[in-house]
């Protein structure tokens, strides 16, 4: 996954460039912020000279997925001290997210998830720092029809499909991309959130469907 990882931070990282932030600048947010999608959110926001609540409740609209991968990553890693849970929580991202998820459906006893978990953040990390300040430093100079932002996509797209081994899992995809697609005319991008909602109302719906549907049988 680091080649779609690194063309999806070329892409942040020379929009960054284009939107007219100062490279010293650029760089410290991609190393805080650490979130391409927000970052892309709010760049428009940050040249546009918007009031900063409309910048922070953009950023807070595009991640609210984050509050999902936690639920999902409680099982494994609500034995550790709390400091090191928020140390880990900053290194959560979408790719390592859905590969741990694959690894590791449900946890297993005895087993070091947060090693798992480490490795391949830390990796996705580094391949997004590199990736990124590559693009604000080259700025101006990668033309938008090599369509990097493109392949960064479709590898999350490729990533997304892995997923889909479960008729649950198909249906709060097919109704998250329904409804992106139905709210897309919403500010701020709130049709992810839509999008999000849903997907979680369905596999919240999957989840009590399930134990009925077994007692059923029985």
Not at 87 to 110: C, K, Q, W, Y
Not at 144 to 165: I, K
Request: proline share 6%.
């Amino acid at each position: 996954m680091a080649i779609g990882i690194a063309a999806w931070g070329v892409v942040a990282g020379v929009a960054m460039a284009k939107s007219g932030m100062g490279v010293p600048l650029a760089i410290f947010m991609s190393v805080l912020v650490y979130a391409g999608s927000a970052q892309i959110a709010v760049l428009p926001l940050i040249a546009a000279d918007a009031p900063m609540w409309v910048v922070w409740a953009t950023t807070l609209c595009v991640s609210l997925r984050f509050m999902a991968f936690s639920f999902h990553y409680r099982p494994y890693f609500a034995h550790l001290p709390r400091g090191q849970r928020v140390a880990l929580s900053f290194l959560m991202g979408d790719t390592n997210f859905a590969l741990f998820i694959r690894r590791f459906p449900e946890p297993v006893p005895g087993c070091r998830h947060e090693e798992y978990f480490v490795g391949s953040a830390l990796m996705t990390f580094a391949v997004w720092q590199v990736s990124i300040i590559s693009g604000i430093v080259a700025g101006h100079g990668i033309p938008a029809s090599w369509g990097l932002g493109f392949a960064g996509t479709m590898a999350l797209l490729a990533l997304t499909c892995t997923q889909l081994r479960s008729p649950s899992n198909w249906a709060a995809a097919v109704v998250a991309a329904c409804a992106a697609v139905a709210a897309y005319a919403l500010p701020l991008k709130l049709n992810i959130v839509v999008a999000i909602a849903a997907a979680v109302a369905v596999g919240i719906l999957a989840d009590h469907a399930r134990p009925a549907r077994k007692g059923a049988k029985s």
